[in-house]
């Protein structure tokens, strides 16, 4: 069974600083998915990256898989507190019906 | 326009109750699916239906009967409600091959048995 770890659980800073949350797999990642979920809502995908190595950047975030596909980073430059919330990595599982298998997540909050 | 909607929004029940979920996507999508998130933030997968046939049931109890009358609908019962089940519920519809998968979650359904 495949366990994905998603360091550090809890994240707190102020509005402008960067940050970096981590997923790490037990195994290799089939296509690995980074969501966003705010307080009351469902998640919503941010990215989906597939080769190893592979850079996607979405305005102030930059997504990193790894070379070997076991590990992927989240980088957010100047946080804004509209970027609070859960983020959520997940497997995509290489089925054409999308069973995703999450990480527990990673809880930012940006003060103001 | 809602493209996955659920209903209701919160869900609040005594233990041995029978209710229900519904969840309704108008994007078209083949593949829809019911996710539970319990109290801390896991997310894991229950049921999914591509074209209203049963493609994925993971290890769930059978007091869960997921029910899909057309692919844009996806309901779920639960019978004999139990503290446990107390979690937020969330469907989900998809469509797109593994590496471009675009998985559509709708706003959750927050059930607490009492």
């Known amino acids: 069974t495949q366990l994905l770890e998603q360091s550090p659980q809890f994240l707190s800073i102020q509005e402008g600083e960067n940050l970096t949350v981590y997923c790490n797999s037990s195994s290799v990642f089939s296509s690995l998915q980074w969501y966003r979920q705010e307080p009351g809502e469902g998640p919503v995908l941010l990215v989906t990256?597939?080769?190893?190595?592979e850079v996607k950047k979405l305005k102030r975030l930059t997504f990193q898989f790894g070379d070997a596909r076991k590990d992927s980073s989240l980088h957010i430059t100047a946080a804004q507190t509209g970027d609070t919330g859960l983020y959520l990595c997940a497997d995509a599982g290489g089925t054409s019906y999308g069973k995703l298998t999450f990480g527990q997540g990673t809880i930012l909050t940006v003060h103001p | 326009d809602t493209a996955v909607s659920q209903t209701p929004k919160y869900l609040v029940t005594q233990m041995g109750n029978d209710k229900s979920i519904k969840c309704e996507q108008n994007l078209g999508h083949d593949t829809m699916y019911w996710y539970k998130q319990d109290s801390k933030k896991f997310l894991k997968i229950m049921f999914s239906y591509n074209n209203k046939e049963l493609i994925i049931n993971e290890t769930v109890p059978n007091r869960f009967s997921p029910k899909s009358p057309d692919k844009a609908h996806l309901n779920l019962h639960i019978n004999s409600l139990e503290l446990g089940d107390s979690a937020v519920y969330f469907c989900a519809s998809s469509q797109g091959t593994p590496s471009h998968n675009i998985m559509v979650f709708g706003p959750g359904t927050r059930l607490t048995v009492l």
């Open positions: 990256v597939v080769t190893g190595g």
